[in-house]
């Protein structure tokens, strides 16, 4: 039986470490996981404990693209192909101290650049430096984790534009790589994803309004991913799809 390889962005915590926690549980190995932290992620070192070498842990910070190619030879030397690329590093309130963005009088062009080097340029970087490992004539799948809120279409209570902005951006890369790789990884199928309002660091400071069982504790959520990921056909490459399936708006 071949295995199946996987490369999970922003692993860490939160809803990537139980990515690639239940990744590894359905028999995708090696698992590739990483981080600014991988190394001394402590959930990264307990899924190393229990997997062993199927777990490799890689520091990447995917604002630095030479860190991404160093990953990905890493990768080449363990494997000639990944069947799942998750790109899940985002960030909301960074760096240090930003808070979302209410009113024109909060913005701040170094909150607006890190969002978008990391929600945004940084998984298609990803994927211009894995493109050789995704192209192969197994099925394989590239997601990227969006949110709803980077819909230009839904967006109808404003604010939140570092964020907003860098997720509409994110979705138009994605959009743009499944054309792309349409063509030159045909068996490659590339989508956005929206995992619900998920119980990390990430979404802490808001989860004030949000109805206790729409709020989903990172095991859920990423079993609803991965359950969608799994059931993806070549026609859904290019769709922007929420927890329950249902496309969203661009
Ligand atoms: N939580 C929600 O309600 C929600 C809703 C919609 C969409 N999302 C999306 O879901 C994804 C995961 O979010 P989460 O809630 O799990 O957030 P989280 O708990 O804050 O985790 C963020 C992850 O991103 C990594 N990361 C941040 N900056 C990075 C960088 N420069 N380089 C590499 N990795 C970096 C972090 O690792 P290190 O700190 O080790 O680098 C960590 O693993 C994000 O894309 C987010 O936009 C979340």
Redo the contacts with the bound molecule.
């Keep these: 039986v071949s295995t199946r390889a996987a490369f999970v962005?922003?692993?860490?915590?939160?809803?990537?470490?139980?990515l690639a926690r239940q990744a590894l549980g359905r028999g995708y190995a090696p698992v590739f996981a990483?981080?600014?932290?991988?190394g001394s992620?402590p959930g990264l070192a307990g899924l190393r404990e229990t997997h062993g070498e199927a777990l490799v842990a890689l520091d990447?910070?995917?604002?630095?693209e030479r860190a991404i190619e160093a990953a990905a030879e890493r990768v080449r030397e363990r494997t000639p192909r990944l069947h799942l690329v998750l790109?899940?590093?985002?960030?909301?309130h960074?760096p240090e101290g930003a808070a979302p963005e209410k009113k024109l009088e909060h913005l701040r062009p170094e909150t607006l650049r890190?969002a978008f080097?990391?929600?945004a340029f940084?998984p298609l970087l990803v994927a211009r430096h894995l493109l050789d490992l995704l192209g192969h004539d197994e099925r394989s799948v590239l997601a990227?984790?969006?949110?709803?809120?980077g819909s230009i279409e839904d967006n109808r209570l404003g604010g939140w534009y570092a964020?907003r902005g860098s997720?509409a951006a994110q979705n138009m890369f994605t959009r743009t790589l499944a054309i792309e790789l349409e063509r030159r990884a045909p068996g490659c199928i590339v989508v956005a994803l929206?995992?619900?309002?998920?119980?990390?660091?990430?979404?802490r400071p808001?989860?004030g309004n949000v109805d206790p069982e729409k709020?989903?504790p990172?095991e859920r959520?990423a079993r609803q991913l991965l359950a969608i990921v799994e059931s993806l056909q070549p026609e859904d490459s290019g769709s922007f799809l929420a927890w329950d399936r249902k496309p969203i708006p661009w």
Aim: hydrophobic content about 35%.
């Design positions: 962005q922003g692993a860490t915590r939160g809803l990537g470490l139980e990483t981080g600014r932290k991988a992620s990447l910070d995917v604002r630095d790109n899940c590093a985002g960030v909301l960074e890190h080097e990391v929600n940084g990227n984790v969006s949110a709803r809120v964020y997720k929206h995992p619900g309002t998920v119980d990390t660091e990430l979404s808001f989860q709020l989903f990172p959520a």
